[in-house]
């Protein structure tokens, strides 16, 4: 014989509701009394404050361990590598000489680039170094904060400096400038105390003979070993890093041209085929004429 369970109504089952949530015989809300639920949030607070004391102290200790202005590891910047500006997508120079809209954001982006450059920035900003030699400021104990920095002034780039320049980098006449700059290691000793340089030549013998003659500023590329080392953003506060620029005469019009840069220092390989950006760039330069 099957027994049919009794129905409940709607209003006992919202008086079983209000009964379970407060119920004035036994005075216990949620099915549990004051002292119950005193009992359960003690617990909580002291556990969960167990685990911030213990996340608050881990924390502390690895920050103990840790340096405002030096990374611990810099494994991966063993190399610095080398990069180009204008900055642009997939690192590809277009320009179409005849229509100025596709060089102006290059020099759009080359007036911000180099403006700290700027001689009168530097001068109020940055020491005039002697070359030929590491700008060492060692700390000796002492916390030596900020760390002065090297002049590299605008001028120094000659003919691709844009200082009064109506071809705006030689962009307007299809002889652009690339400015190559080197990534920052801190406390990286370029050079290993040996005169440095950036070279560029087309990757292949096709791209050698499109890529046509080119002018280097300062010349031979030459970088100067007074800009190292880096010690750090926060250290280096007004640290400029060198630059070399790269005027392109006559590239051969309509054709994409491959080039490569490389830095040659003693210390910085240049031959890793796992890395295509140690010590070397590349990119494609493409002169339109129509």
């Given at each position: 014989m099957v027994i049919q369970?009794?129905?409940k109504s709607c209003g006992q089952v919202v008086e079983e509701w209000k009964e379970f949530v407060w119920n004035p015989r036994t005075h216990q809300f949620m099915?549990?009394?004051?002292?119950?639920w005193a009992f359960i949030l003690l617990f909580y607070l002291v556990f969960y404050g167990f685990l911030t004391a213990m996340f608050t102290l881990t924390m502390w200790v690895m920050l103990?361990?840790?340096?405002d202005h030096t990374p611990k590891y810099q494994d991966r910047l063993?190399?610095?590598?080398?990069?180009?500006?204008?900055?642009?997508e997939n690192l590809d120079v277009i320009v179409n000489v005849s229509d100025t809209e596709s060089w102006d954001q290059h020099v759009q982006k080359l007036n911000k680039f180099l403006e700290p450059y700027n001689d009168s920035i530097q001068a109020q900003k940055n020491d005039v170094c002697r070359p030929g030699r590491y700008y060492e400021q060692p700390d000796n104990g002492v916390l030596n904060y900020p760390k002065r920095a090297c002049q590299f002034n605008r001028t120094q780039l000659g003919n691709c400096s844009g200082i009064g320049d109506p071809t705006h980098y030689g962009y307007s006449t299809g002889q652009p400038c690339v400015f190559i700059k080197?990534?920052?290691?801190?406390?990286?000793?370029a050079g290993a105390n040996q005169s440095m340089n950036i070279t560029c030549a087309g990757k292949r013998n096709e791209d050698a003979e499109n890529l046509g003659h080119f002018v280097m500023f300062p010349a031979n590329g030459h970088i100067d070993l007074m800009y190292f080392p880096y010690y750090g953003k926060k250290f280096h506060v007004n640290y400029t890093q060198p630059l070399v620029a790269v005027k392109f005469l006559n590239v051969?019009?309509?054709v994409e041209v491959n080039v490569e840069c490389r830095i040659n220092a003693a210390n910085i390989a240049?031959?890793?085929?796992?890395?295509?950006?140690?010590?070397r760039v590349a990119f494609k330069l493409c002169i339109n004429k129509t």
């Open positions: 369970k009794e129905k099915g549990r009394t004051g002292t119950s103990q361990t840790v340096s063993a190399t610095p590598g080398l990069m180009i500006r204008p900055k642009t080197m990534n920052r290691v801190i406390n990286f000793y051969t019009p309509n240049t031959d890793d085929e796992r890395d295509k950006f140690a010590g």
